[in-house]
């Protein structure tokens, strides 16, 4: 049996959520989608009507924003002052505006130490994100850092959404790049693997054989 905190970082589009998911609902353990945090307090500062380059004020929408993520594998909670935003976090607006509000070194202060108090407590934990094996928890029992090739990534988003036409899978690769170098070169927590890290590369893996291997992995760590 698994006791301890998985972290699971990556890029955008290597399936990342869904091995997540599964590994935690194999193990019995716990699960926090962090990206679904910095979703959320992007919803807030669209809502607050504020420029995404003032960083004062965008720091300030999302303090003044009540974010609550659940921690169940099975069925995520995402609200933003009490609405249901799982839907809405998903979408081409807030996919957009995500990486510089995920920039702002106060923004993520904050979210982080949320982070921290979400998975203290929790005898068994899987955490997805950029920055959660170097920076939220660097003491985790076992960390996964998650990728594949960019026309794989691509691909898989694209199935994910339903999109077929070959032009819009292209739209769909650049817009992956474009937030993958954004979250690459910020100077506060840039996407990296930890230098202990596990790298799994899954382009030429099945879902279930990435899960399978992080579970592998997880029941040795113990
Ligand atoms: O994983 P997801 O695509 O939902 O993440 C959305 C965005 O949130 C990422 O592109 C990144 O800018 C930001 N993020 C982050 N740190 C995390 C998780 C997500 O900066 N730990």
Redesign the pocket.
């Known amino acids: 049996e698994f006791s301890g905190q998985i972290t699971l ?1 990556g ?3 290597t399936g ?2 869904s091995v997540a998911r599964q590994v935690a609902q194999q193990l019995g353990a716990h699960y926090l ?7 959320a307090a ?1 919803v807030a500062v669209l809502d607050a009507g504020v420029a995404l380059d003032d960083k004062v004020a965008v720091a300030r929408a999302v303090s003044a924003a009540t974010i609550e993520v659940g921690t169940d594998a099975r069925r995520e909670k995402v609200k933003v002052d009490g609405v249901d935003v799982r839907q809405r ?2 979408g081409a607006e807030v ?1 957009r505006a ?2 510089p ?3 702002v070194p106060a923004v ?1 202060r904050l ?2 130490a949320r ?1 921290r108090e979400l998975v203290n407590g929790a005898d068994a934990v899987v955490v ?5 094996g170097t ?2 928890l660097p003491d985790a029992t076992l960390k996964i850092y998650l990728t594949a090739s960019p026309e794989v990534r691509a691909q898989r988003r694209a199935g994910q959404l339903g999109v077929t036409d070959p032009d819009k899978i292209a739209a769909l690769a650049a817009d992956l790049r474009r ?2 170098d ?2 690459s070169r ?1 100077a506060d ?1 840039p ?1 990296r693997p930890a230098e202990d890290a596990v790298v799994v590369d899954s382009t030429d893996l099945a879902q279930e054989e990435t899960v399978a291997k992080v579970v592998a992995l997880a029941l040795d760590a113990v």
């Open positions: 970082d890029p955008s589009g990342k959520s989608d962090t990206g679904a945090m910095y979703r992007t976090i998903r996919t995500v990486s509000v995920s920039a993520r979210l982080v982070q997805e994100g950029r920055d959660i920076v939220v937030r993958d954004y979250d910020r927590s996407l």
